[in-house]
């Protein structure tokens, strides 16, 4: 996070307890908390900010602003000086109306939230992720670990649901379709941390489920001496795979989205997947370089993405 936001997050963070009736409840001032947003994702997230441009005006701020709500969150986390009574103070922010907020990102959070009737557990069970990784750096198993990806990352897609909505605007399939989006929330979470070893290493957190690397013969020592051999790309090809297949089981509830939805879900959900190719094409090197898909190779892969969006049948 660069330095300058990270103060200004600071500051925002020693007033929150003392927040007052907005002042920017008006459209000037919501506007604003938008474009702030929008920043944020752009910045922080090219992937996300390609995906979304698919939704339709209204709905693509609102889940930008929704991004970001979570993007802070979860920068807040990684700040050196962080405390869990700095996160409390923020998680007690965010549960304020939109007419007493202050801060760009949780006003226009709290907006969308208020508009589109989000059910606030979801944020808190969020924040409640980000919690953990003030607490906790390893995971014994694939359980623990699945259930920290539903909390930081499935939520996300519980709340899009809503924020999209859903097929003929029929609220029983949110339902119907809930363990999809969890599913699919748990597979991007496991992307990212694929991505991310070298970098959560340095960190001294491993999200690597220590059964896994037991039953590859994979050790913290090698982990932390950047060992990359066939033990490592066994490891690594397990984990994909089983990322491979939350992606298929999350792919059945796409098609219960609204239409105008539906590509911008299948492109964050095939890009961040090509993340996985990625890795695989460079020998499974996570420590030495961040995988990434170029603009070029997005915008390459939207034939398939619009092809296999509109003929998802829903269930399937």
């Not at 752009?42 to 701020?61: D, M, N, V």
């Not at 069970?125 to 499935?154: F, K, M, P």
């Amino acid at each position: 996070m660069p330095a300058m936001f990270r103060r200004t997050l600071s500051a925002n963070l020693l007033r929150l307890p003392s927040l007052t009736r907005s002042q920017t409840g008006d459209g000037r001032g919501l506007d604003e908390a938008y474009a702030r947003c929008e920043e944020i994702t752009a910045s922080h997230s090219k992937s996300f900010y390609f995906s979304t441009r698919f939704l339709s005006a209204e709905r693509r701020r609102a889940i930008r602003a929704f991004y970001a709500f979570c993007r802070t969150t979860d920068d807040l986390v990684d700040m050196p000086t962080i405390h869990l009574s700095s996160l409390e103070d923020w998680r007690l922010a965010a549960r304020r109306g939109s007419s007493f907020q202050t801060d760009p990102v949780l006003l226009a959070w709290a907006d969308t939230r208020e508009r589109y009737a989000v059910p606030n557990r979801y944020a808190e069970e969020l924040i409640d992720g980000c919690e953990i990784d003030l607490q906790v750096n390893r995971y014994e198993t694939w359980d623990e670990l699945r259930h920290y990806c539903y909390l930081v990352a499935s939520t996300v897609g519980l709340i899009s649901m809503r924020v999209i909505g859903m097929r003929g605007d029929d609220a029983r399939l949110l339902d119907t379709y809930e363990p999809a989006a969890i599913d699919l929330g748990v597979a991007l979470q496991l992307t990212n941390i694929l991505r991310d070893i070298g970098e959560d290493l340095r960190r001294g957190r491993i999200y690597l489920p220590l059964e896994d690397m037991r039953r590859f013969d994979y050790t913290e020592d090698d982990l932390r001496a950047h060992v990359l051999d066939d033990r490592f790309r066994a490891l690594m090809r397990f984990e994909i795979a089983r990322a491979h297949e939350l992606y298929e089981r999350g792919w059945a509830g796409i098609p219960a989205i609204k239409r105008e939805g539906r590509l911008a879900v299948a492109a964050a959900a095939e890009v961040y997947r090509g993340i996985l190719d990625d890795i695989a094409a460079h020998d499974f090197d996570v420590f030495n370089r961040r995988a990434r898909i170029s603009t070029l190779d997005k915008f390459a892969r939207l034939p398939s993405i619009v092809w296999r969006a509109a003929t998802a049948r829903a269930g399937a």
